[in-house]
């Protein structure tokens, strides 16, 4: 299982920006999906995560002004950031929890991570 993230990048304060992730690979079923991110010196923290596609929960920071999007049949996930501050600016990751069809056991994979900055 492979993770591609794309669409980070430079925006200013207000702006928004789109973030891709897709997930290869075959033989698994994917049970969450999600965004992490990490800003310089800064823990990695939950931004979005969705659960089995029916349960999505944001952190509080995000305040109404992201969206994450999931499609489990193409195995892709999206987060829309809207209205963006330049305390956004991080390193976002896309994550998946997967299991091996027939098997029971939870695993988890992770994107390369994908730069955002945002300028005042």
């Known amino acids: 299982v492979q993770l591609q993230a794309s669409g980070g990048g430079l925006v200013q304060a207000g702006g928004s920006l789109r973030l891709s992730c897709a997930v290869s690979g075959s033989g698994f079923s994917i049970e969450d999906m999600g965004w992490y991110r990490q800003a310089p010196g800064n823990q990695r923290e939950s931004v979005a995560t969705?659960?089995?596609?029916?349960?999505?929960n944001y952190a509080d920071f995000v305040q109404g002004r992201f969206t994450i999007s999931t499609d489990y049949s193409k195995k892709m996930v999206v987060l829309q950031m809207n209205s963006l501050k330049s305390e956004d600016t991080a390193v976002y990751f896309c994550?998946?929890?997967?299991?091996?069809?027939?098997?029971?056991?939870?695993?988890?994979?992770w994107g390369q991570g994908t730069q955002v900055t945002v300028s005042s």
């Open positions: 969705s659960s089995s596609g029916r349960i999505t």
């Open positions: 994550y998946v929890k997967w299991r091996y069809w027939g098997r029971t056991f939870l695993r988890e994979s």
